[in-house]
């Protein structure tokens, strides 16, 4: 059974970092793509990043040049490095694996940036 399990969030002061970790139960080549999203109170799901063999990394407009996201096929992780943040980046963070069958979710982990 895949699993896709995050940790890294937490409490944070604007402007300071957190890296988010996302643990995949196969190997992460079982994905074509891996990403990051996130869902704000009262709001959408929305991309934050995603990752791809032979693929420049994408980002939404709004983290590009603050989060970078990685991977570390040895240990079938992928992180999301969250740097500068900001008010708005408080949101449940999702891991997502897409495959050409399915896409795979993790449970979320939250993100609070504090003034």
């Known amino acids: 059974q895949v699993q896709l399990v995050e940790s890294g969030g937490g409490l944070v002061q604007a402007g300071g970092s957190l890296r988010l970790s996302c643990v995949a139960s196969?190997?992460?080549?079982?994905?074509?793509?891996m990403g990051w999203y996130r869902q704000a109170p009262g709001k959408q799901r929305e991309l934050v990043a995603t990752?791809?063999?032979?693929?420049?990394?994408n980002y939404t407009d709004s983290v590009k040049g603050r989060f970078t996201i990685s991977r570390d096929v040895g240990k079938n992780t992928v992180y999301l490095q969250m740097n500068n943040l900001k008010l708005e980046d408080t949101a449940v963070y999702y891991c997502?694996?897409?495959?050409?069958?399915?896409?795979?979710w993790g449970q979320g982990t939250q993100v609070t940036v504090s003034s």
């Open positions: 997502n694996g897409q495959t050409y069958i399915k896409d795979y």
């Open positions: 196969v190997s992460i080549f079982s994905f074509h793509t």
């Open positions: 990752i791809a063999s032979g693929r420049a990394p």
